[in-house]
């Protein structure tokens, strides 16, 4: 017996049923970034390691267990994106788009990361990332937060999304507040989980975040980042929160959110929902000013965010905002000794006639009556049949299937045409 060949553990194939809701977002997602004036970029799915270990940070979930990372032929080691950051940054760079240059950008596609699959998170999933270079001021941040609000108020979820915010300063601020919350972690060492105590010392900030209950109720008293900031992250942070609250955003401050990739400085958010169960982040982002000197470029202000897709079409299809779609408006049944050629070609003829619409022509013969049970099943709006009587007199019956009461009309071909527009 052959072997049968699975998938990759956390990858999923998406099926016809899948694909239709899948374009159904991601249409909105292109229109919306589109509406804002952004630019689409494309990078490859590999990089070479070291741009993921710089750009992300060596000690970090992602880059210590989470990338797919191999030698290829000639031994040099490559990794599959964990994210598109860094690849954009190191595209930009490669092709000099944003030395003295503004520019927004998005993009969408899978990203991979060995992490254990459950709902809402795969080894393989989809993203859309935008990133805005060469603007340092709070109302750009305001802007990406605006788009994505657009896209919650454009899928209908915007009650179910909840903005947190938060301000991680300058690096400067960081480190004077680093070692006040380092001290502070020292003295509750004991009773920190496992991760946060290595963490302790090698990349304290992220201890914050840790879903550990103990070490939760610890960092209760913990010092805080805000009260290190200067005047000038606080007027940063301040001018962000009044342009979204004089455009309506809503937003709550979380002092843990700290995100999980080593680059951001001043704002990060998240979007999260509590639809989803654990998984609940739909989309976060930051700014991250030191990556583009970090890559060998010139310093470069900029600011994005990762949106999950697979996350998003879970929440909207739990919250049921896609509708299903079928594939087909029109059927081309026939018969005859000469119906495969008729039928082809009077279906190029419909097609560039009517190009709007999605016409399949019967293939493979039989009667009538199952050529119309395949355009049932199919859910076609309307049949074109195209049989003897229909050739020898040179017209086409048009026949309504969402009628239901059997209605069909002979005319000639312009006719039948323009009652097929006013059917679709
Ligand atoms: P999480 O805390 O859920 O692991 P993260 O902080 O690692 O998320 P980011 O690196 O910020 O995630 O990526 C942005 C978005 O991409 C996330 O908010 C989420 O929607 C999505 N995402 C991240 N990892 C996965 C995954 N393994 N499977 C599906 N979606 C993911
Ligand atoms: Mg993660």
Redesign the pocket.
């Known amino acids: 017996m052959a072997l049968s060949v699975q998938a990759v553990r956390g990858m999923n194939d998406l099926l016809p049923a899948d694909t239709a809701r899948w374009q159904q977002a991601e249409q909105v997602l292109r229109d919306t970034v589109a509406s804002f004036g952004y630019s689409e970029v494309r990078m490859p799915l590999l990089e070479k390691t070291n741009l993921f270990s710089r750009a992300i940070g060596e000690v970090t979930?992602?880059v210590e267990k989470e990338m797919y990372t191999f030698e290829d032929r000639s031994g040099e080691s490559l990794s599959l994106r964990p994210?598109g950051t860094a690849g954009c940054v190191r595209a930009c760079l490669e092709h000099n788009l944003i030395y003295n240059q503004e520019q927004r950008l998005w993009y969408m596609g899978p990203?991979f990361?060995h992490?254990r699959p459950q709902k809402?998170?795969?080894?393989q999933?989809h993203?859309l990332g935008v990133e805005v270079f060469g603007l340092n001021g709070p109302d750009i941040d305001a802007e990406i937060i605006l788009l994505s609000k657009t896209l919650w108020d454009k899928f209908g979820i915007s009650d179910n999304l909840k903005l947190q915010l938060n301000t991680l300063g300058t690096s400067e601020e960081r480190l004077a507040y680093r070692q006040n919350l380092v001290s502070y972690l020292e003295q509750h060492f004991d009773d920190l989980d496992e991760d946060s105590k290595r963490r302790t010392h090698t990349n304290p900030l992220r201890v914050l975040d840790s879903k550990d209950p103990k070490t939760g109720e610890i960092l209760v008293n913990a010092p805080q980042l805000m009260d290190f900031l200067g005047a000038e992250s606080r007027a940063h942070f301040d001018n962000l929160r009044q342009i979204l609250e004089s455009c309506g955003v809503a937003y709550e401050i979380n002092p843990r959110l700290v995100?999980?990739?080593d680059y951001y400085n001043l704002t990060v958010f998240?979007w999260v929902t509590d639809a989803l169960g654990a998984?609940g982040?739909?989309?976060?982002?930051g700014r991250y000013d030191g990556l583009v000197a970090e890559l060998g470029g010139s310093p470069t202000p900029a600011v994005g965010?990762?949106?999950?897709l697979?996350?998003?079409i879970l929440l909207l299809t739990t919250l049921e905002k896609l509708h299903e779609r079928n594939a087909v408006d029109i059927y081309v049944v026939g018969a005859g000794d000469n119906a495969a050629v008729e039928q082809a070609k009077l279906s190029l003829r419909l097609r560039s006639d009517l190009p709007h619409a999605r016409i399949m022509n019967h293939c493979g013969g039989g009667n009538f009556k199952k050529q119309f049970r395949r355009a049932d099943k199919l859910q076609a709006k309307a049949a074109v049949i195209l049989g003897e009587s229909e050739l020898a007199t040179g017209t086409l019956t048009v026949k309504d299937l969402h009628a239901g009461d059997g209605t069909q009309q002979t005319l000639p071909y312009a006719e039948a045409v323009a009652l097929l527009k006013s059917l679709l």
Do not use: I, N, S
Request: with cysteine; net charge neutral; proline share 0%.
């Open positions: 979930d992602v994210e990203m990361r992490e809402g998170r795969y080894r999933f993203q995100r999980g990739l998240e998984q982040t739909v989309c976060g982002g965010f990762g949106l999950g697979e996350r998003l």
